[in-house]
């Protein structure tokens, strides 16, 4: 069974705070993403890697960054938390280069900017 | 026009109905589609892929249709626990990218 784990379920952070948040997944997966959910707008796509220290931006990278150092691991990373930054942010893999595949998420992690 | 659109619904039936849902998508080479299955405050699942040919899984059955650029899914005798938003997914041509349509919410009563 794939399984995509992400560092926290509940997290509350000050406006201006740097906030980091980690996801692991255990299957040697090539591919990792990241997205945000917002109520009506449904996931949108922040940024994505298809190999170590390899990244791409999604449809809305502005205020984030991203840092994948070993293969199974994606972190995302708020530079300085914004209200606006308050949502639902999911990590999700898939399997192989050059393949559109089943992605598979973690948990999600519910990010509160105060 | 969103790329990839659903009615959000919601969609409340009773236990034992069909229930269809729609998605349209505006890339015309897209090649890859999938449904996914969102319970409340959880993460979405795969509940199938779609397959150019139709393809169907136990209740469930998901066609495509190239030509007017919609996939659907259909759920044969509902059952309380399919309850969920039902999220359409679609490659729109960039490798390894998917997009998700906002989901269509399903309630299925006593």
């Known amino acids: 069974d794939v399984k995509v784990t992400q560092s926290s379920r509940y997290l509350v952070k000050r406006t201006g705070e740097k906030v980091f948040l980690e996801c692991v997944q255990d299957?040697?997966?090539?591919?990792m993403f990241w997205y945000r959910q917002d109520p009506g707008l449904g996931l949108r796509l922040i940024y994505f890697s298809y190999d170590v220290k390899m990244k791409e931006k999604g449809d809305i990278p502005e205020g984030y960054s991203v840092s994948r150092e070993k293969k199974e691991r994606f972190s995302l990373i708020l530079e300085s938390a914004s209200t606006n930054q308050t949502s639902m942010y999911l990590c999700?893999?898939?399997?192989?280069?050059?393949?559109?595949?089943?992605?598979?998420f973690g948990p999600g992690t519910r990010l509160t900017v105060l | 026009r969103k790329e990839v659109e659903q009615d959000p619904g919601p969609f409340n039936v009773p236990e034992g109905a069909t229930v269809a849902f729609n998605c349209t998508y505006s890339?015309?080479?897209?090649?890859?589609f999938f449904w996914y299955r969102q319970d409340c405050r959880k993460e979405p699942k795969l509940l199938m892929s779609?397959?150019?040919s139709g393809n169907e899984d136990g209740r469930f059955t998901a066609q495509l249709n190239r030509a007017s650029q919609y996939i659907s899914l259909l759920i044969r005798d509902s059952k309380l626990s399919d309850s969920a938003t039902y999220l359409c997914v679609v490659n729109l041509g960039s490798a390894r990218q998917l997009t998700f349509g906002s989901g269509t919410q399903l309630t299925v009563l006593p």
């Open positions: 779609v397959y150019s």
């Open positions: 890339n015309s080479a897209s090649q890859s």
């Open positions: 999700a893999s898939s399997y192989g280069r050059g393949v559109v595949d089943t992605q598979y």
């Open positions: 299957m040697d997966h090539e591919n």
